[in-house]
């Protein structure tokens, strides 16, 4: 009988530990975020989204001084792609005569049915312009929920974005940018 409760109390203070280890990760980074990270960028690449030239236009922080935006469909999942492009005195002109020189990062959110319903359901990843994963100054990869439950990051500035979708350049809403670049 001592046997069954000294088992019974190990196992669910297994489980207590389990559950309190799950609790302290962050919502973003883990390895299956990662792994789905690099094979979504293989699919883009495949795609294309990664070579069409897009309409450049000015924008700012957090992104790029100059951006450009596709959109596509993968896996017959939506996904935005988001080009940030940096460097002194930049312009649409500059960038536009050389892209690879200043491209300095690819935001992506790809939409993912029940990843996150809180949040509309992305997935966001932030890839440096060969395609490797960024990490913020924590070291963590910037792939998954990034920066879920924080005031600043991809979730709390997108979650200000009209019509509650995420999106600032959707249906028509580019605030007088130029048009989002669709690639079949």
């Not at 009988?1 to 297994?14: C, F, G, N, P």
């Not at 939506?78 to 020189?101: C, E, F, M, Q, S």
């Not at 990490?135 to 974005?161: D, E, F, Q, T």
Request: with cysteine.
């Amino acid at each position: 009988m001592k046997a069954k409760l000294l088992i019974a109390t190990i196992v669910a203070a297994a489980f207590v530990s389990v559950g309190a280890m799950a609790a302290m990760m962050p919502p973003f980074g883990s390895g299956d975020d990662v792994s789905y990270a690099k094979s979504l960028w293989q699919k883009m690449e495949a795609k294309g989204l990664n070579s069409t030239p897009a309409n450049l236009y000015m924008g700012g922080p957090p992104h790029g001084k100059v951006r450009e935006v596709l959109e596509a469909t993968i896996d017959g999942k939506r996904v935005i792609v988001k080009r940030n492009y940096r460097g002194k005195d930049l312009t649409v002109a500059k960038v536009a005569a050389n892209r690879a020189k200043y491209l300095a990062s690819v935001t992506v959110m790809q939409k993912r049915k029940g990843f996150d319903p809180e949040d509309a359901d992305w997935f966001w990843v932030k890839y440096a312009p060969d395609g490797t994963i960024m990490k913020n100054k924590k070291k963590m990869s910037l792939a998954g929920k990034v920066a879920k439950g924080k005031p600043i990051g991809c979730i709390a500035c997108h979650a200000g974005a009209p019509g509650g979708n995420f999106v600032f350049r959707d249906s028509g809403n580019t605030s007088g940018l130029g048009a989002t670049v669709f690639v079949k």
